[in-house]
């Protein structure tokens, strides 16, 4: 699930590329209607949706760390 603390983020805020090396394929949405590969980066994030993604598990978990 979306950390609380990116709700309401969009991907551009978030710089996932710049600030991790992270990459995000893809974007469930938290009641499950919809899901999207290469998800719109001006799209705001909502709790409990489920972000995808790809690098490597160094980074993402430097990520992960962070967003605890």
């Known amino acids: ?20 090396s992270i990459n ?3 974007l469930k949405e938290v009641d499950g209607s919809k899901s999207y590969l290469s998800p719109d980066p001006t799209q705001p994030l ?10 490597s598990l160094d980074d993402l978990e430097k990520f992960q760390q962070e967003m605890k």
Do not use: C, H, N, V
């Open 46 to 55: 909502a709790k409990g949706d489920t972000l995808f993604l790809l690098g």
């Open 1 to 20: 699930d979306m950390p609380e603390q990116l709700a309401g983020k969009t991907l551009m805020d978030l710089d996932l590329r710049r600030k991790y």
């Open 24 to 26: 995000a394929i893809g």
